[in-house]
């Protein structure tokens, strides 16, 4: 970490930091063993899990004292009758937030096959009692095009609370994709997807797989950025994290991609 970032971080508070975990078996207890009860976890939907165990981890979670944001997927889900039972199971469970996704099941479970039609239903149902969060993506999406992620979102931005960005491993592009939505109108509140601590293989391999595209750059190591956030054969997020705490228009909050390794990780408030 330069001296500069060292001492702007001197006056700054820490940024609130969120846990996103997959829903496999053991994590329950993982969470239980390793975090704070009063931690902010959110629980993914992948398309070979569904829906059910997003669910069933989330509640059981809840049970533990942890705050709990459950990832509903909007191609895993069936019927809108599906979506109110989901529903009713966060309220009774003290759940107050969940994060609308479309998701990456080939074919659509129900009548949902995009974010913007499951977060309406979401916002009509619960009547405007559940926070939600949405997804951003500073470097764009392979298969969607940058003016129709902006259209989405804007759509979006009406029923959302908070835009929650896809991994990226450069301060400069986030805070540029910031100014962006705010420029375009967009004032909900940013929270900066960062991986966590994980071998650098692995990091490569998921990276890749999401279509992460000018962050990249770190992977091979080539340039300040490389440099300073890849040691080893380990990625490590805390110079992504101060560097992010320190721009001139920082996000919200850290969204920690965990891939499940929980193990010496203490999240701040969220």
Known sequence: MSEDTVAANAGREELPTRVEIIPTAGIVDAAVSELPAASTLTVTCLPHHGIERTMAASLELAGHGFDVVPHLAARSIGSREQ?????????????AEVFAIGGD???????????????RDIAEISGGALRIGVAGYPEGHPAISQQQLLDSLRSKAEFADRIVTQMCFSAELIERYISML????????VWAGVAGSVPRTKLISLATKIGVGS?????????????????????????LTADLSV????????HLYSFNNLRNFAPSPA
Do not use: W
Not at 88 to 95: E, N, P, S, V
Not at 106 to 117: I, L
């Open 215 to 239: 962050s990249l750059r770190f992977i091979s190591g080539k340039g300040a950025l490389g440099l300073r956030l890849l040691g080893g054969t380990h990625y490590r997020p805390e110079e």
């Open 247 to 254: 721009l001139g228009t920082p996000p919200a909050g850290i």
């Open 182 to 189: 705010r420029s375009e109108g967009i004032t909900l509140p």
């Open 105 to 119: 099941k080939a074919q659509t479970a129900g009548p949902y096959d995009s974010s913007e039609s499951l977060i």
């Open 83 to 95: 979506l109110a039972s989901l529903l009713r199971d966060c309220h009774a469970a003290g759940i």
